[in-house]
């Protein structure tokens, strides 16, 4: 079936330092992959998204690449801000109505 | 960007009363709307999904008679906890599709039953 797994956090990074976040799935054919956001108490943010191999999804600084050969979406970025800490959450979609996320790594930068 | 809301955001009731959670698009038509439950500090497990005007496919071992769905508009899908007992306390997440395009999601609901 089809799955995604990401680093266990929580990862706690000092201001302007790299940030990478794994993220690999499990998929038959061609999914779509994302990376929402979620900041405490709220709901989810779509961060970035790629829908087919070689894609690159940007956003605010953040960047990943579809990997079709290593079923990876690596989320990272160059430099991270304490506005960035929150939980993210790598998912795909193979179907359009089967959507299935990771468990999520939450971020902590300090300043 | 597509914008979707929950109403209420917050909400806490007393054990065996029913609650209803809505979920609006707000600028677009949504095909499909979905409901999502998460618990703390967890990733988000599908209850049920729903199309406008049909009946909503739930998820193993989610009771369609606890969980009540109506997908009444393009625009609007509530859920109603029927019954609810403090295990079904959460967070209660919808989000919405346009067409084949990307699940957009509301700012989350968080149900107390005491």
């Known amino acids: 079936g089809n799955s995604v797994t990401q680093m266990e956090g929580p990862v706690t990074l000092s201001e302007e330092a790299f ?93 | 960007g597509a914008v979707v809301s929950q109403h209420p955001s917050r909400v806490i009731c007393k054990s ?34 729903s199309n406008e005007g049909s009946k909503a496919t739930y998820e193993q071992g989610v009771e369609k008679d606890k969980f009540l769905i109506n997908h009444a508009s393009l625009t609007l899908s509530t859920l109603t906890v029927t019954s609810a007992h403090p295990e079904d306390s959460s967070f209660y997440i919808c989000s919405a599709m346009r067409l084949q395009e990307t699940q957009y999601f509301g700012p989350g609901t968080r149900l107390l039953v005491l």
């Not at chain 1, 061609?30 to 779509?46: A, D, I, K, N, T």
């Not at chain 1, 089967?98 to 930068?109: C, E, S």
């Open chain 1, 19 to 111: 940030l990478t976040i794994n993220c690999t799935y499990t998929a038959t054919g061609y999914p779509s992959l994302f990376w929402y956001v979620q900041y405490p108490g709220e709901g989810l943010q779509l961060l970035l998204k790629a829908t087919k191999a070689d894609d690159k999804g940007s956003n605010k600084g953040f960047e990943a690449t579809y990997r079709k050969e290593t079923t990876s979406f690596h989320l990272e970025k160059g430099s991270v801000q304490v506005s960035d800490s929150a939980v993210y959450f790598c998912a795909l979609n193979n179907n359009n109505n089967d959507m299935r996320f990771g468990a999520g790594t939450r971020l902590t930068v300090k300043p």
């Open chain 2, 16 to 49: 065996g009363t029913s609650v209803k959670i809505e979920c609006r698009s707000l600028d677009f038509q949504a095909t499909t709307m979905f409901w999502y439950r998460q618990f703390p500090k967890q990733s988000l497990m599908l209850m049920a999904t």
